[in-house]
T-cell receptor, first 111, second 108 residues
Framework: DGGITQSPKYLFRKEGQNVTLSCEQN?????MYWYRQDPGQGLRLIYY???????QKGDIAEGYSVSREKKESFPLTVTSAQKNPTAFYLC??????????FGDGTRLSIL | AQRVTQPEKLLSVFKGAPVELKCNYS??????LFWYVQYSRQRLQLLLR??SRESIKGFTADLNKGETSFHLKKPFAQEEDSAMYYC??????????FGSGTRLLVRP
């Protein structure tokens, strides 16, 4: 089903390189989120945005950056400052206090 | 600090056996809790939320404030229930705190 689209499915990063993960939603949701999923650790919140042009750090924001220029889009940049970027990244969105809907995820690996 | 604990990394049962996936939380206010499920090769999806008090795919979960628990139960497990299950707590209007997840394996 559609709703939230994350791309690419797989991404590789070289040392010192920034990479950007895309997240687009057509659900007209105000809020969007980025999570990192590591084996045995569940999901941890990186950044979230409640409205356009506003976003807040989550629990593990260091080494990441985001932007929210459009309601539909919430790209995540993994910067070279993130020393352990290998993980599965999940994007989600929600309307108000309704449950969050998730994308299929992007798996980031280091070359 | 708010947190969600799922003590079992893996739960293995036989088809037709009862299932209980444990979830305990710590939260100072009135909690809103969810169970999310991730089937193989599918995206994470909401299974149920405690305020709905509904049964989805035969699963139920009751909030026990005295024991600070929100265990997920099903009387008779099916093979298609095999998946990763996450308990989550809504900390604020927007922020979810997830447990580390329990993998349920239902054997034939």
């Amino acid at each position: 089903d559609g709703g939230i689209t994350q791309s690419p499915k797989y991404l590789f990063r070289k040392e010192g390189q920034n990479v950007t993960l895309s997240c687009e939603q057509n659900l007209n949701h105000d809020a969007m989120y980025w999570y990192r999923q590591d084996p045995g650790q569940g999901l941890r919140l990186i950044y979230y945005s409640q409205i356009v042009n506003d976003f807040q750090k989550g629990d593990i924001a260091e080494g990441y950056s985001v932007s929210r220029e459009k309601k539909e889009s919430f790209p995540l940049t993994v910067t070279s400052a993130q020393k352990n970027p290998t993980a599965f990244y999940l994007c989600a969105s929600s309307a108000g206090n309704q449950p969050q809907h998730f994308g299929d995820g992007t798996r980031l690996s280091i070359l | 600090a708010q947190r969600v604990t799922q003590p079992e990394k893996l739960l293995s049962v036989f088809k037709g056996a009862p299932v209980e996936l444990k979830c305990n939380y710590s939260y100072s206010g009135s909690p809103e809790l969810f169970w999310y499920v991730q089937y193989s090769r599918q995206r994470l999806q909401l299974l149920l939320r405690h305020i709905s008090r509904e049964s989805i795919k035969g699963f139920t979960a009751d909030l026990n404030k005295g024991e600070t628990s929100f265990h997920l139960k099903k009387p008779f497990a099916q093979e298609e229930d095999s998946a990763m299950y996450y308990c989550a707590l809504l900390e604020s209007s927007y922020k979810l705190i997830f447990g580390s997840g329990t993998r349920l394996l239902v054997r034939p």
